[in-house]
């Protein structure tokens, strides 16, 4: 990619977060993403083109110095910053801008600094062979997979349901959703199969911004914010179909939607327990049963089944590393709040004090041996408060990633004898070559932790007021087996 050659028309728009928007490149299985800035301050940008380049790089250097590290290399792709002829910026911006939902346009592109991150196109992964059907690649984004010890919780509530769950009500409450998800966390982080399998199934039975599926790099299935339009399931079948011409359970020759929708969450399953496409699985098992930390009573799984299947994830897979990672937050916000106040008085009190406990970075193996020698034990010091305060930043960047697992058909059945019996062929499970990464692991901005704590609060108050049993999609018998759950025995 010559960057003094750059055409805006070699780009399109790929879609965009709270604070950066994305572009891919129509040939090249590449992406550039760009800040964005609120739109009062599209004239006067609020920081100079050194101090994005600053940003940008700093995003670069938390994902691979410190969440490498802890994720596994295997998994990130943490890119380079780029420097763009500021032309080229701004008529992609132009040409971009039409595309945008309107609800993030209360934001704009930086057209200013020429700085970008410049990162492989996960969705159209370049293992891809040149087989009749195009990639699948699936993006999910799993949340946190554990309930936080009862010690620095001032609510009962936070130690039976999962922050999901509860901030699910909070989100129809507030109009960003119009219906409740029932995907709960801890069943796709349990490594129980069963219970993973219902956590994707009811992802793709209302996906919000947790779950969007790609076909050769176009977006074939997702929610869109607010929208009251139902997702068209008959549409993600039609295009799956083609991917599992041998899967069982046929009628007649023809897989029947239930059976295909099935083998479809099963490979996913298999990708997320796998260790990553790179030697397979073989990992140890981790069991988590004796925390206790591990059902959320708002899930809709039969608690007694669980009993029946084994659980733990294996230790190489992804949903293992992320959830190690997530568990840093030892002391939930509220145990945090008191240590982030110790830092932040010290910070005031001498505020050159901000560069040596490294509040803003630089994200290096320093940052990353202060976080993992942190003590146990509280000194009363400034540094274990900001140790403390760091740990926290990295679980929530890991609550907050995205994995984007990538399944490309294995083309084997053009290789097949000519020989090999139908029958043969229509039973075996579909091939496929699999990568599993890990996005989104920008750094979580140290003065944020305040905002944390009151929308916490928030949530667990609404919960309170509005949190009961999920209604919906499931038959009587189904809806008063879950009920059993919850009535004290």
Known sequence: ????????????????????????????????????????DSENPPQTAEQAFRQIQNIVDFSSNVMSSLLGEKFIHSGEVVKLPLEFVRQLSIKVQHQRPVWRCDKVMDIYSGCALCLPNLTSPGLHQQTHTPPLCIEIKPKCGFLPSPKHVSKDIKTKVCRFCMHQHYKVANGKWKRRSLYCPLDLFSGNRQRMHFAIRHLIEEPQNNFKIFKGGQCIYSSKEGSDDSLDLNSLLHHLRPYFLYGNNRINGHMTSKALLSDFIQVLVNALLSGGGEGGGGGG?????????SFCEASLYNKERIRHGSQGLPSDSVLFRILQTQMLDSLDIEGLYPLYCRVEQHLQDFPKERTRLQIDGPYNEAFLEKLQKCSTEDDGSVEFAA?????????????????????VPSGEEEDDDEGLSAQRRLFRPPAFSCSVSILDLDPKPFDSIPRQLRLDQKIVLCY????????????AAERDDCTLLFHPV
């Open 387 to 407: 140790a403390k305060v760091h740990q926290y930043r990295v679980a929530m960047t890991a609550k907050d990633c995205s994995i984007m697992v990538a399944l």
């Open 464 to 475: 309170l007021r509005t949190g009961s049993l999920p209604k919906g999609i499931f038959t």
């Open 285 to 293: 098992v981790t069991d988590r049963r004796g925390e206790g930390r």
């Open 1 to 40: 990619m010559e960057v003094d050659k750059m055409d805006e028309n070699d780009w399109k728009y790929h879609g965009e977060g709270n604070k950066s928007l994305v572009v891919s490149h129509v040939q090249l299985s590449r992406v550039l993403r760009l800040l964005k800035y609120p739109a009062e």
